[in-house]
């Protein structure tokens, strides 16, 4: 079992940053490889960014590229996700989940694939 907490959201100006953190405890943590997704009103939960389990491979969403950054501290047991030039279009609720993971294994995107979820955190960006 993997228990998640995510916390960083919040109210941001269009153009401006937030960091989101997501608090592991449970198994070894460097055993998963680690997202975060996100869920706007009336839309499915996409996925935003990825990073495997030794950290050392990271995806991103098209939308998000070259905005935002994922990163994990195996160490801490925390993963982040920096976030500038927020858009109003990535007003939703933050979600960081866990998937294990073989050595070798690749990331998956989708939703159905990862076992463990956080509670969520709500961004939101105004105009």
């Known amino acids: 079992q993997v228990q998640l907490v995510e916390s960083g959201g919040g109210l941001v100006q269009a153009g401006g940053s937030l960091r989101l953190s997501c608090a592991a405890a449970?198994?070894?943590?460097?055993?998963?490889?680690l997202a975060w997704f996100r869920q706007a009103p009336g839309k499915e939960r996409e996925f935003v960014a990825g990073?495997?389990?030794?950290?050392?491979?990271?995806y991103y969403a098209d939308s998000v590229k070259g905005r935002f950054t994922i990163s994990r501290d195996i160490a801490k047991n925390m993963l982040y996700l920096q976030m500038n030039s927020l858009k109003p279009e990535d007003t939703a609720v933050y979600y960081c989940?866990?998937?294990?993971?073989?050595?070798?294994?690749?990331?998956?995107?989708?939703?159905?694939?990862?076992?463990?979820w956080g509670q969520g955190t709500q961004v939101t960006v105004s105009s």
């Open positions: 989940a866990a998937d294990y993971a073989f050595i070798g294994m690749a990331l998956s995107t989708g939703v159905r694939q990862y076992d463990y």
């Open positions: 449970g198994r070894t943590f460097s055993n998963y490889h």
């Open positions: 990073i495997r389990r030794n950290g050392g491979s990271t």
